[in-house]
Nanobody, 125 residues
């Protein structure tokens, strides 16, 4: 069982930055790839970014590529999402999720076994 706790959300003006953190409670963090997803009101949950178990492979959705950076510190059991040049369209609840390392940087929600509770990000115009 893996518990994930997100933090770092908040209210920011358009063009600003936030860094989200996802802390995992497991002794086998390197057994998992980690992804970030987001869900805006009235919309389906969508993929944002993913990182493989070692941190040397990443993948981004087209909507955030070039603005967001995913990284991980396996010594701290933590994954980060640095979000720059934020836009009002980035407003959503952001979730981190863990998938078996074999899935790599998968974008598919159903391949993620463990989910955090989410953190709200609001970008004002």
């Amino acid at each position: 069982q893996v518990q994930l706790v997100e933090s770092g959300g908040g209210l920011v003006q358009a063009g600003g930055s936030l860094r989200l953190s996802c802390a995992a409670s497991t002794h086998t963090f390197t057994n998992y790839a980690v992804g970030w997803f987001r869900q805006a009101p009235g919309k389906e949950r969508e993929f944002v970014a993913a990182i493989n178990w070692s941190g040397d492979r990443t993948y981004y959705s087209d909507s955030v590529k070039g603005r967001f950076t995913i990284s991980r510190d396996n010594a701290k059991n933590t994954v980060y999402l640095q979000m720059n040049s934020l836009k009002p369209d980035d407003t959503a609840v952001y979730y981190c999720a863990a998938a078996s390392a074999g899935w790599g940087t998968t974008t598919k929600l159903y391949q993620y076994d463990y989910w955090g509770q989410g953190t709200q990000v609001t970008v004002s115009s």
